[in-house]
């Protein structure tokens, strides 16, 4: 399995959801990392079983994204230049920021959050991953 980079949001035998860590950045609240929990190195590398078990962790975490923050949008990207193990970002652009503000990056005015508070919004993300549950459109 990949390095597990923060605190988890939901975790089975395939998939791992994370919140990037608030040592890594600006201290923003809201960008996941959905990952394999086999090694494998890219999307081409995995199984159907994987690529399935990705695409229903990235639509729940969209949606408790979405849920939880009310962001202008939720994003995401598979990029893994840097980390030779698969991993797709799932991540909010806060409602109200400024249009000179790239789609990716933060602002001095932007949302902030501590660890109490994280620990807090990981919990309340994970109630959008239940297996049984159908999640509106």
Sequence with gaps: MGRL???????DDLVVVTHR??????????????????????LADLTDAE??????AVRRAAYALRTELSPEYVFSAITGRSVAH??????V????TPDT?????SW??????DEAGLAVLCERLAASFTQDEVLPS
Excluded: K
């Design 5 to 11: 980079v923060g605190p988890v949001v939901y975790s």
């Design 21 to 42: 860590p608030l040592s890594e950045g600006v201290p923003m609240p809201g960008y996941l990392f959905v990952e394999t929990v086999r090694h494998a190195a890219t």
């Design 51 to 56: 690529g399935a078990a990705i695409g229903w």
């Design 86 to 91: 698969f991993h797709q970002h799932v991540f």
């Design 93 to 96: 652009r806060p409602a109200g």
């Design 101 to 105: 503000v790239s789609w990716f990056a």
């Design 108 to 113: 001095n005015g932007g949302p902030r959050v």
